[in-house]
């Protein structure tokens, strides 16, 4: 648990701008493997979104909404916004000149994701509790603003390049949205 609590203190300090976040993390061969340890981390929260999601309303007309096949769904896809980012930046890295920052934007997405899907747990908690109205419909707009800016904050304190750093985000972005495209289109469930 200490562990953890570091590592989304570092991630939350280059959210605010603070290089000194990345002395938080493990920044080692071990280090950048264990930061895929935040998937797990980030599971219980992830599943409040898809029983949102499920429980919605939208999701009514779609054959087995809600059923394991559906959660199966989920699963896939949130792996897979989650991993093709990382798998492309590891691609490309060499040839933009990237070649030593692989391993820390690497470790601190991996973490400052989770802690992003953390602070939405309680947001989804209310939602599932009474419901989406058009105030809380408001929160969640900002705060999926917030989370594009923390992200894209996180990477500018590591790339030091706000144009890197918001192409970045934007890819990071545009490969999870084609994660949940091709999942939805393997598994005929809908996701968002």
């Not at 895929?36 to 599971?43: E, H, K």
């Not at 009514?60 to 991993?83: R, T």
Request: net charge negative.
């Amino acid at each position: 648990m200490n562990e953890i609590l570091g590592n989304f203190s570092g991630a939350f300090a280059l959210m605010m701008g603070r290089k000194s976040g990345l002395d938080r993390l493990d920044l080692s061969a071990d280090g950048f493997y264990r930061s895929f340890a935040a998937i797990a981390v980030a599971l219980p929260a992830l599943f409040l979104s898809w029983m949102q999601y499920e429980a919605d309303g939208e999701a009514e007309f779609v054959p087995n909404a809600g059923s394991i096949e559906a959660y199966g769904a989920h699963l896939m896809a949130d792996l897979l916004a989650w991993l093709l980012p990382i798998l492309c930046l590891i691609l490309v890295a060499r040839r933009i000149g990237w070649s030593r920052k692989v391993s820390p934007l690497v470790v601190a997405t991996n973490w400052g994701a989770a802690l992003i899907t953390w602070m939405f747990a309680p947001y989804l908690a209310l939602v599932l509790m009474v419901g989406m109205g058009p105030n809380l419909a408001l929160v969640g707009s900002l705060l999926s603003i917030a989370s594009l800016v923390l992200t894209t904050r996180l990477c500018h304190t590591i790339l030091q390049d706000w144009p890197s750093a918001i192409g970045l985000t934007l890819a990071m972005l545009a490969l999870g949205l084609l994660a949940y495209g091709v999942v939805m289109d393997l598994t005929g469930v809908s996701l968002v």
